[in-house]
């Protein structure tokens, strides 16, 4: 028991949100274009979610060990899940982690290639398992080199939307690329706001995210401005309908978020409350845009 829940622990399952809502997102872009969704396919991609999720977070924990060891400002968005700082779980156990998920994840994109014609599932899995160790490991590791938080934003702003799209199209015609236009921003925002309670223990470990090189007062600023450009983007586009009530609400939350966020800006270092409730904001914010509006394309179509 005390092994499954090591396990449970470091599966760090709130961070799902930030993975399965991009994902449903993408499938709702499909049924906006007037596709079917395919009961079977969505089971599928739910499962990929899960999977996904879990090698990120194995692989990150095991990437980041002696990082994590000098954290001591660590919250539920950041700072890993302690299991190996702790002892609670080896590095070797992680390791069979990492590749039990990487199989699992193979077998979804083998199952959407065979069964469904879906030739590029597997190369966009590889995709993903590119970023990861881009970010995290040699030659590249770019967590450590600055760069990190945009292939973060690219990986749940990009590749997850346009993944659950052509999971369901079959293909990536008409996919809504001006999406882009504020769903990165909002993304990049919640990956700048995940790295400010780490920023004694990243600089500690000469991990350049962006609050290690210019301090989290700019970095605070600029998660505002993304938030703002992103959200105004969407009203401006006027997409999916930005006079609806429906739009008008999902911006109402993010909108409050941020202008909260304003508050916290100054003071608040690592570890205080002030600092813990900027980033929950700017998270919460980000999903709960993805969420609403993933749920809004979904229910209307099938509702219609």
């Known amino acids: 028991m005390r092994k499954i829940l090591s396990w449970l622990q470091a599966s760090r399952l709130a961070s799902q949100t930030y993975i399965l809502f991009p994902l449903l997102l993408g499938q709702g872009f499909h049924r906006q274009n007037g596709g079917m969704l395919n009961p079977t396919i969505l089971s599928w991609i739910c499962g990929y979610s899960l999977l996904i999720q879990l090698f990120i977070v194995y692989a990150n924990d095991y990437a980041d060990t002696e990082v994590d060891r000098l954290n001591t400002t660590y919250n539920l968005f950041s700072g890993g899940s302690r299991v190996l700082v702790n002892g609670r779980l080896s590095k070797r156990e992680m390791l069979f982690g990492i590749v039990v998920t990487m199989v699992l994840n193979a077998g979804v994109g083998s199952v959407l290639t065979l069964s469904h014609g879906r030739s590029w599932a597997l190369p966009l899995i590889i995709i993903s398992w590119a970023?990861?160790?881009?970010?995290?490991?040699?030659?590249?590791?770019?967590?450590?080199?600055?760069?990190?938080?945009?292939?973060?934003?690219?990986?749940?702003?990009?590749?997850?939307?346009?993944?659950?799209?052509?999971?369901?199209?079959?293909?990536?015609?008409?996919?809504?690329?001006?999406?882009?236009?504020f769903v990165m921003p909002l993304q990049l925002g919640a990956a700048l706001s995940t790295a400010l309670p780490d920023e004694p223990s990243d600089r500690a470990g000469h991990k350049c995210t962006l609050v290690v090189l210019v301090g989290p007062v700019p970095v605070k600023l600029l998660i505002v401005l993304l938030n703002l450009v992103g959200l105004g983007c969407f009203c401006l586009m006027g997409w999916p309908?930005?006079?609806?009530?429906?739009?008008?609400?999902?911006?109402?939350?993010?909108l409050v978020a941020t202008m909260l966020m304003t508050f916290l800006i100054k003071g608040g270092p690592a570890g205080h409350w002030r600092c813990n409730a900027f980033v929950a904001l700017a998270v919460s914010a980000v999903v709960a845009t993805m969420a609403t509006l993933a749920g809004d394309l979904l229910f209307a179509r099938a509702s219609g």
């Open 131 to 181: 970023l990861l160790w881009a970010y995290s490991y040699t030659p590249f590791r770019l967590s450590y080199r600055g760069g990190g938080e945009l292939l973060q934003a690219l990986g749940v702003g990009l590749v997850l939307p346009f993944f659950g799209y052509y999971a369901q199209a079959g293909t990536p015609e008409n996919f809504p690329w001006r999406c882009l236009l």
């Open 241 to 254: 309908g930005a006079s609806s009530l429906k739009s008008c609400l999902m911006v109402a939350y993010p």
